[in-house]
């Protein structure tokens, strides 16, 4: 048994991940209960302080997205089912008439909904690929430091005289290992993703990567905002023949991007963001970067909430209140 927010989900854990947790859902097989929390992690490290609703907001824009992405890609695959929680979520610990065990079993159940709906999502099972799938389409963070070195990012050579968060020519994809809580993400070349997950697989993932952020980019710039790279996730289906690339994960937050204002947005600086920089900005000037126990000060994680919501308010169009969408 394992908890959220203090209140017992009894499902059986199926993995634990550094920002969410994943269940398994008795009598469905083939899916899984994916729960985000309110941790935070930078720099590969989850920081002790929890940055409130964040996992309500993430959840929230991950289900945005899915519907727009399909309606111009109808080919993407995701696995994405329902927002709603899974009855065995809400099954009663014991079953008693009497009507203090009844008054408590709702209690409890009223806890469930509270600490769980809103931040879960009902999923497919899948085999999940072991990279990571980034875009970028912006020269910044790791991508700048190896292109002023190197005038490549990721052994894609650039021309020399870009300058700080300008625009690539193209997007690019770059991606990198996946590691386990704990470790730390390698970027890697395409042909080294490719040895890891097999050719086929990789080109459809880069295809699709590209697809989606350009789409995104598109729909967000016409809301205010430069996604500069984002990050993505693909599991594979192999009931299918040939076997099919399925979305996962969440999609396009700013856990997963770099947002920026486009009103703000100018070549030859560092921006600033929507998303977690201000964060990473922070842990680097204090020297806590990379650092494990770390207790971010509460205008900063204020600071961070508020930069989720303008991203929401945004690119959804609608305000965020804390856990709950205006309607």
């Not at 727009?68 to 089912?81: G, R, Y």
Request: net charge negative.
């Amino acid at each position: 048994m394992t908890t959220l927010d203090g209140i017992d989900l009894p499902l059986e854990l199926f993995a634990e991940g550094k920002v969410r947790n994943i269940y398994t859902i008795p009598d469905a097989e083939d899916r899984l209960l994916f729960v985000a929390s309110d941790r935070v992690s930078c720099f590969d490290v989850v920081l002790n302080t929890p940055i409130p609703h964040k996992g309500h907001l993430l959840t929230a824009l991950t289900a945005f997205w899915l519907p727009l992405l399909q309606f111009s890609l109808p080919e993407l695959q995701t696995h994405f089912i329902s927002l709603e929680l899974p009855p065995a979520a809400l099954k009663p610990r014991i079953e008693s008439e009497s009507d203090a065990d009844r008054a408590e079993e709702a209690k409890r159940r009223r806890g469930i909904e509270k600490a769980y709906a809103g931040r879960s999502m009902v999923v497919r099972k899948l085999e999940m690929l072991k990279i990571e799938s980034i875009v970028r389409g912006y020269l910044t963070g790791s991508a700048w430091t190896e292109y002023q070195t190197t005038h490549t990012i990721h052994s894609h050579p650039l021309p020399p005289g870009l300058l700080e968060a300008q625009k690539l020519p193209t997007p690019l994809w770059t991606p990198s290992t996946k590691a386990p809580p704990g470790s730390k993400d390698e970027n890697i070349t395409p042909s080294a993703a490719a040895s890891i997950i097999g050719h086929d697989l990789a080109a459809q993932v880069e295809t699709l990567s590209l697809s989606i952020y350009e789409l995104a980019a598109a729909h967000a710039l016409s809301k205010g905002i430069i996604i500069a790279d984002t990050k993505l996730e693909f599991g594979v289906d192999r009931s299918t023949d040939p076997p099919t690339v399925v979305l996962a994960d969440e999609v396009l937050t700013p856990d997963s991007s770099r947002f920026w204002r486009s009103e703000e947005y100018e070549v030859g600086r560092a921006q600033r963001s929507l998303d977690k920089q201000g964060l990473r900005d922070w842990l680097a000037r204090e020297g806590l970067k990379g650092k494990e126990g770390v207790d971010v000060p509460t205008e900063v994680v204020e600071g961070t909430m508020r930069g989720y919501e303008e991203a929401f308010e945004r690119l959804v169009g609608r305000t965020f209140e804390g856990g709950r969408e205006d309607a």
